[in-house]
């Protein structure tokens, strides 16, 4: 299979050409690392191969012997180095095991081929780790392709593989999925398993998931994963009928808000206010009906608790990394911003851990409300198309806790707040500025709708299609 053939196909269409004969897993596993010898020496987005083992996956695995990425965070595979990013753990973790999902990504029949760049232990937005160096964005090389999932959103878009795991604890999934042009969905807390090292990564904020080009290929990769697993504190109520049932579904006529008020007083002018104007009239011609209006809450509530629980996260992790391997947190093993948070998160007390539950719920319970009167909510995903590689510097000594935190929810002020809230949240390439950059929209709905949202992205996806739209650097290219 050539290239430019394989990249034609989403990965429900491979995993139809397997079926049919007309290819073999091994032809596209094949195809799919020479796509890494094409673009990984401009991306950097592939840090390291897997060695292909095609799982012993139902003969009806929905991505039967589809090629697939890892992200080199949280998620484990057996037998899989995961260095997290961080010269801290660099090469001395293997997993012994298959996380959950791990499984059920086997299970539907992927099969790994390698694992994706990841900021230092995932705080960031953008893909820059002293470790691997910086993923270029394949749209513009000399720009950031966003984080933490840049790795995989960059090599989804560039044709290396059609879908890629990926996770979010404050805009991981969306905003590289804006930054690349690709599909990406962070699903309601508790609706991807995180199972068994994790109950609730992030103290909840943290969920899994994957990236895609395709809203279809979204749809039939959460009903692979969805669900429980063995230990997990709570059940969410499970969906009503397949996900991929919901692609193509009628919508209904929807109450859509649209707010382009962020974190931090930023309010969106411009071209990306011009694009979520431009989405919102295209709602309108649609039949939804499109009103003005910003959920409300205290702002200061929300970042009081989510730097306790970044720092507070943070800090466990890397007091369990150098106990497990011996190694000191310092400059010469942490990135400067990770030291500080570090520190910060060992300043943090019990009494402080109690005042964020406290105040995340505040948040929840005041946001809450809004989705009785709007099914969705309409906003940017990002402030502005993808910014400019160094413009993020994880290893900048001056910024310390407070400055780090301010720095990234000023520069992404609209995904963090559903993280908090756990509701679904769903970032679609439907705009590009006057240079062709991609500008991701992101649209949120009400605890456990999904189904909704994916309604709504496939109703776009056919009425502002973005499947003709190709970076500069492609495995066609």
């Given at each position: 299979m050539?290239l430019?053939?394989y990249a034609?196909?989403?990965?429900?269409?491979?995993?139809?050409?397997v079926?049919?004969?007309?290819?073999?897993?091994?032809?596209?596993?094949?195809?799919?690392?020479?796509?890494?010898?094409?673009v990984?020496?401009?991306?950097n987005?592939?840090?390291?191969?897997?060695?292909?083992?095609?799982?012993?996956?139902?003969?009806?695995?929905?991505?039967?012997?589809?090629?697939?990425?890892?992200?080199?965070?949280?998620?484990?595979?057996?037998?899989?180095?995961?260095?997290?990013?961080?010269?801290?753990?660099?090469?001395?973790f293997?997993s012994?095991?298959?996380?959950?999902?791990?499984r059920?990504?086997?299970?539907?029949g992927?099969v790994?081929?390698?694992?994706t760049?990841?900021?230092?232990?995932?705080f960031?937005?953008?893909?820059?780790?002293v470790?691997?160096?910086?993923?270029?964005n394949?749209?513009?090389i000399?720009?950031?392709?966003?984080?933490?999932?840049?790795?995989?959103?960059?090599?989804v878009?560039?044709?290396?593989?059609?879908v890629?795991?990926?996770?979010?604890?404050g805009?991981?999934?969306?905003?590289?999925?804006?930054?690349?042009?690709v599909?990406g969905?962070?699903?309601?807390?508790?609706?991807?398993?995180t199972?068994?090292?994790?109950?609730?990564?992030?103290h909840?904020?943290?969920?899994?998931?994957?990236?895609?080009?395709?809203?279809?290929d979204?749809?039939?990769?959460?009903?692979?994963?969805?669900g429980p697993g063995?230990?997990d504190?709570?059940?969410?109520?499970?969906?009503?009928?397949?996900?991929?049932?919901e692609?193509?579904?009628?919508?209904?006529?929807l109450?859509?808000?649209?707010?382009?008020s962020g974190?931090?007083g930023?309010?969106?002018?411009?071209e990306?206010?011009?694009?979520?104007?431009?989405?919102?009239r295209?709602?309108?011609?649609?039949?939804?009906?499109?009103?003005?209006?910003?959920?409300?809450?205290?702002?200061?509530?929300?970042h009081?608790?989510?730097?306790v629980?970044?720092?507070g996260?943070?800090?466990?992790?890397?007091?369990g990394?150098?106990?497990?391997?011996?190694?000191?947190?310092?400059l010469?093993?942490?990135?400067?911003t990770?030291l500080?948070?570090?520190?910060?998160?060992l300043?943090?007390?019990?009494?402080?851990?109690?005042?964020?539950?406290?105040h995340?719920?505040?948040?929840?319970?005041?946001?809450?409300?809004?989705f009785n009167?709007y099914?969705?909510l309409?906003?940017?995903?990002?402030?502005?198309a993808?910014?400019?590689?160094?413009?993020?510097?994880?290893?900048d000594?001056s910024?310390?806790?407070?400055?780090?935190?301010d720095?990234?929810?000023?520069?992404?002020?609209?995904?963090?707040?559903?993280?908090?809230?756990?509701?679904?949240?769903?970032?679609?390439?439907?705009?590009?500025?006057?240079?062709?950059?991609?500008?991701?929209?992101?649209?949120?709905?009400?605890?456990?709708?999904?189904?909704?949202?994916?309604?709504?992205a496939?109703?776009?996806?056919?009425?502002?299609?973005?499947?003709?739209?190709?970076?500069?650097?492609h495995?066609a290219?």
């Amino acid at each position: 299979m050539k290239l430019d053939e394989y990249a034609r196909y989403d990965g429900l269409g491979l995993a139809e050409l397997v079926r049919s004969g007309q290819v073999s897993s091994e032809e596209l596993v094949a195809t799919a690392q020479k796509a890494i010898e094409v673009v990984n020496p401009k991306l950097n987005a592939v840090i390291g191969p897997v060695e292909p083992r095609k799982p012993a996956a139902a003969p009806e695995a929905v991505f039967d012997g589809v090629p697939f990425l890892i992200k080199d965070l949280v998620l484990h595979a057996e037998g899989v180095r995961c260095d997290m990013g961080s010269r801290l753990v660099d090469n001395t973790f293997v997993s012994p095991h298959d996380t959950e999902l791990m499984r059920r990504f086997k299970a539907a029949g992927l099969v790994t081929i390698g694992r994706t760049n990841t900021p230092e232990l995932g705080f960031s937005l953008t893909t820059e780790p002293v470790l691997y160096g910086p993923t270029r964005n394949p749209w513009d090389i000399k720009r950031s392709p966003g984080g933490s999932s840049g790795g995989s959103c960059a090599a989804v878009a560039a044709g290396v593989v059609p879908v890629a795991h990926a996770n979010d604890g404050g805009g991981s999934i969306r905003i590289p999925a804006a930054a690349c042009g690709v599909v990406g969905l962070k699903p309601t807390r508790g609706r991807t398993p995180t199972g068994p090292e994790f109950s609730q990564p992030l103290h909840g904020l943290g969920i899994e998931h994957v990236v895609t080009r395709t809203v279809r290929d979204c749809a039939a990769a959460l009903d692979a994963v969805q669900g429980p697993g063995v230990g997990d504190p709570f059940i969410i109520p499970s969906p009503a009928r397949s996900y991929a049932a919901e692609v193509g579904a009628p919508t209904g006529r929807l109450r859509v808000a649209v707010s382009l008020s962020g974190l931090m007083g930023v309010r969106i002018g411009g071209e990306t206010r011009d694009a979520v104007m431009r989405v919102a009239r295209q709602l309108e011609a649609l039949g939804h009906h499109v009103t003005e209006a910003s959920p409300t809450f205290d702002e200061a509530m929300f970042h009081q608790a989510n730097l306790v629980y970044w720092c507070g996260f943070l800090a466990a992790g890397v007091l369990g990394t150098a106990q497990m391997n011996g190694r000191k947190p310092s400059l010469e093993t942490l990135e400067a911003t990770t030291l500080a948070c570090y520190e910060h998160g060992l300043s943090l007390k019990l009494v402080d851990l109690e005042l964020a539950d406290a105040h995340a719920n505040m948040v929840c319970r005041s946001v809450a409300p809004f989705f009785n009167d709007y099914d969705v909510l309409l906003t940017p995903t990002m402030a502005g198309a993808a910014l400019p590689l160094g413009h993020t510097n994880g290893n900048d000594p001056s910024l310390g806790a407070q400055g780090w935190y301010d720095h990234l929810f000023t520069n992404a002020p609209f995904t963090g707040l559903y993280n908090m809230t756990g509701q679904p949240a769903i970032s679609l390439p439907l705009a590009t500025d006057a240079g062709g950059l991609p500008v991701g929209i992101q649209f949120v709905a009400r605890f456990g709708a999904e189904d909704l949202l994916l309604r709504l992205a496939a109703q776009l996806e056919e009425a502002m299609p973005w499947s003709g739209r190709r970076p500069a650097v492609h495995v066609a290219g």
